[in-house]
C-alpha cells in the first residue's frame, strides 16, 4: 500500500469509527459489534503509524462519546480513560510482559473484576453528600446528569460510615438486569416505541432523557469499581478500595479477586466466562487492573488508555442460521410484531427456532429477507434477535419483504400512529387480542381471578362464551363444566374466583381495563386524583396532564380510551356487575415508618408480600426492590436470599416478622 492509498483508506476508517462512536454513545444504536470497532481502530493506528498520517480529531485519539449539548458540561479533575482490550491470552501475556519491564520488578499482584456491559458515571460527594452525577463524555468532560443519578436507587445520597473524607470521587457503572430489560423492551413493543437493542443501549439512552420522573421508571442499577480521594492515600490498594466502597454504602460487584500472577488471571477469566450465564446481569469480559494504586503514576498512560489497566474480552455468543419464514404476532394493544422463524440453531445453551424482528424499520434498516442466512445472537441472552444478514450481495436473494397491510388473524386493517414505529390492529374484537387482553385483566396484579389461565381463556373465547371481560361475570357454571378438563369443583371454584375478584380495589380495576400506557402506578395515581370511575371517564386531557406522573401520551390515551363507544359498553357493564368504582379512602395507622424505605425478602410466617407492602405503606413507609444505601430496613423472612446477605454486608437493620409486629403494633 503506497501513501495515497493509506490516506483514502484512513480517512474511510475515521467517518465509519466516528459514526460508529455516535451511534454507540449518543444514540444507544450500535450497528457494529466492540470486536469490529476494535479491530478497525487498530487498523486505523497502524496506518496512521506507517505512513505518519496523525491527526488530532482521529478516533485513535479519542476516548469515546462527545458531550451533550443538552446537559450542562463538567470538567473531569482526573480523566475518565476507557480500558485498551484483548481478545485471546497471548495478548494478555503481552500486558503483563510490559507491566513488568516499565516498572523494573514483579513486586505488584493484579484485581480482577467483571466488565459491567453499561454506562460509565462519575459521582461526587462532598462531605458525605452526593453533589454531582456525570457522564463519562469525551473522558476529559462530561455531561452533568445528578438529577438523573438520583433516581437510580442503588446510589446512596449520603455516604454511610463516620470517617468519611471531605471529598470522595467514585468511578462506576449503571447497567440494566436482563429480566428487567426485556420486561421492558415487551412493554415498549406493545407500546408501538423502538425497542433497545441491548441493556447497555437502554441504560445510557434513559440516563440522557430529559425528565427524571421517566428516567425513575427506567430499571437502572449502579456498581461501583474505583473511587479517588481529596487527599490520596497511596498504601491503598484496589481491593482495599473496594472495601471501602461498600463500607460507605455503595454497591460493589462480588465477583471479584486479588491474582498474585499471570496464570491466575487466565484461570479466573476461564471460570467467570462460564459464570456470567448465571447472573442477572450483562458482563461482556474482566477487568485486570495492577492491584498497588502508588504504581500508577509509574506505569502511566497513554493517549487513551491507562498501562496499569486492561480488558479482556468475552466473545459474543452468536450463531448463524437461516430464516425460513416471516410470521406476525398480535399483542395485547394490537401491536403487530414480526418474527423470524428459524432454522433451529444451538445458541447460548438452548437451541433457537424463532427471532424478534421487532418492527417494520428494523427489517428494512437491516434488509432482512426470508431465505437468508443470518447471525443471531441473545440481546441479553434472553430474546434471541437477529444481528446481521451474512451476505446481502448475494444474487439469488429473495425480493424485499413486504409488511401486510391487513391484520393475520382478523384482516382488519392495520394503522400506524404519528411518531410510533408499529403496526397495530385496533380492531377490539380480534381474537389474540381478546384473549390478552382477558389474561391481563384476570391476572395477579390487575383482578387476581385464580384459575381464570391462559388455557381456559382459549377455550371460553373458542366456545364463544366471552368476547371481552365483561362477560366473565354472566358466565355460569353449567357452561364451565363443559370445558375440557374442567370438573364441577374446579368450576364452581372459577365462579367464586370472578365473584371474589368484585372486591378488588379500585386502582385495581383501572389497571386491569388495559388502557394503553397505564400501568399499576399511573392507575394508582388515577384513582387518588379523580376518585370514582364516573368522574374519570368525564376527565379532559388538561386535568389528566395536571396529575405529577401523568403526561400528553397518557393523558390523550386514557381520553381515547373512555371515548370509545364499545369500551364504555364494556365499562358500564363492569359496573352493573358490581365492581369496585370508587377508592376508598385510605387511613395512615401510624406515620412510624414515615421517610422509611423497606425492602423484603424470603417468606414470612403470617403475611404475604403484598399483606406486608400494605402495612407498610400504611404506616407511612414505601418498599424498594432492592438493597442499597439507602435502604432503612429489611424485613427478611424463611428463605432469605441475596439481599439479606447484601443488607447484612452494607449495615441496613434486620427485622424478623416479630420485631416488625411489634413495630406496627399488633
Known sequence: MNKRDAQTRAAELRELLDKANQAYYQDAQPFMSDK?????????????????????????????????????????????????????????????????????????????????????????????????????????????ITNNIKTIQDIPLVLKGGDIPNVVEVRGEAYMEREAFARMNQRREEEGLNVFANPRNSTAGSLKMQDPKAVAQRPIRF??????????????TQSRKAELLNEFGLPVS????????????????????????????????????????????????????????????????????????????????????????LEAVELAGTTVKRASLHNEDEIQRKDIRIGDTVVVEKAGEIIPQVISVVNPDRADRNDPYKFPKNCPACDSELIKYEDEVAWRCVNPTCPPQVRIRIEHFASRDAMDIEGLGESVVDQLVSEGLIQTYADLYDLQKEQIIELERMAEKSAQNLINAIEKSKDQPFERVIYALGIRFVGKTVAKDLAKAFKTMEKLQSVSAEELEAVDSIGPRIAESVVEFFSNKKNQAIVRRLGEHGLQFEKEEDEQASSIFEGKKF??????????????????????????????GNTDYVLAGESAGSKLDKAQKLGVEILDEETFRNMIGE
Open 223 to 236: 456498581f461501583a469499581f474505583d473511587m479517588l480521594l481529596d487527599e490520596e492515600d497511596g498504601s491503598l
Open 599 to 628: 425492602v423484603l425478602t424470603g417468606s414470612l410466617p403470617s403475611y404475604t408480600r403484598k399483606e406486608a407492602t400494605d402495612l407498610i405503606e400504611k404506616h407511612g413507609g414505601k418498599t424498594a426492590s432492592s438493597v442499597s
Open 254 to 341: 462480588e465477583h471479584y479477586k486479588v491474582c498474585s500472577e499471570i496464570e491466575e488471571v487466565h484461570d479466573i477469566i476461564k471460570k467467570w466466562e462460564d459464570l456470567r450465564h448465571e447472573l442477572p446481569y450483562e458482563t461482556d469480559g474482566v477487568v485486570i487492573k495492577v492491584n498497588q494504586s502508588n504504581l500508577r503514576e509509574q506505569l502511566g498512560t497513554t493517549s487513551k488508555f491507562p498501562r496499569w489497566a486492561i480488558a479482556y474480552k468475552f466473545e459474543a455468543e452468536q450463531a448463524t442460521t437461516t430464516i425460513n419464514d416471516i410470521t406476525l404476532q398480535v399483542g395485547r394493544l394490537g401491536t403487530i410484531t414480526p418474527v423470524a422463524e
Open 36 to 144: 469490529e470497532f476494535d479491530e478497525k481502530l487498530k487498523e486505523l493506528e497502524q496506518l496512521e503509524e506507517k505512513f505518519d498520517l496523525h491527526d488530532p480529531e482521529s478516533p485513535t485519539k479519542r476516548v469515546g462519546g462527545e458531550v451533550s449539548s443538552v446537559f450542562e458540561t463538567v470538567q473531569h479533575p482526573v480523566p475518565l480513560l476507557s480500558l485498551d482490550n484483548t481478545y485471546n491470552e497471548e495478548e494478555l501475556n503481552d500486558f503483563d510482559g510490559r507491566v513488568k519491564k516499565i516498572l523494573g520488578h514483579e513486586e505488584y499482584d493484579y484485581m480482577v473484576e467483571l466488565k459491567f456491559d453499561g454506562a460509565s458515571i462519575r459521582l461526587r460527594y462532598e462531605n458525605g453528600a452526593l453533589v454531582l452525577g456525570a457522564t463519562r463524555g469525551d473522558g476529559q468532560q462530561g455531561d452533568d
